[in-house]
C-alpha cells in the first residue's frame, strides 16, 4: 500500500460516487461483522466474545498489565475497556488490583484458569485461516495493508 501523501491536486476513486459498494468503509465494515460472526462461533466454546479474547491475547502475550497499557494495544480507552475486563474477572480469568506504585492504576493478571485457556485458544487462528478461503501470502498481504492504512488513519485524528 503506498504511504505517500496524495498530490494536491489528486482525486480519490469515485470522488463524486455515494454509493455504498463504491466505499472503502462498507467493505471494511461488513468485512469486520462476517469475521466477527466467525470469531463468535469459535469462541463460544471458551467462552470468550471478541473483544475479551482480543485482551486475552493481549494478556498472553504479557501478564500483568495496566489498564492503559491493554487498552493501548487494542485502541480502546478505559471506559470501553473495564467493563470488558470486569467480566473477564467474573468469569475466573483475570485479576484485577490497584498497583502499589500509583493506586489509579489498574493492573491486570492472568488466573491459573486464564493461563489454561491459551491452550484451547491456539485453535482460533486456524479456524479463521480455514474460513478466509485464503493463501497465508495473501493474508499476510491483507494484514500489512491493514496495517498501513491504521497507520495513516491514525496520523489525521
Known sequence: ???????PNAQPPQAASLKLDDQLCFALYST???????YRKLLA????????????MVLWERDQLTVSEIGERLYLDSATLTPLLKRLQAAGLINRTRAREDERQVVIALTEAGRALQEPARAVPMGIFGAAGCAPEQLGSMKAQLESLRGNLMQHL
Open 32 to 38: 469486520s461483522l462476517a469475521l466477527n460472526k466467525v
Open 45 to 56: 466454546g471458551l467462552g470468550l466474545t471478541y473483544p475479551q479474547y482480543l485482551a486475552m
Open 1 to 7: 500500500m503506498n504511504t505517500q501523501p496524495a498530490a
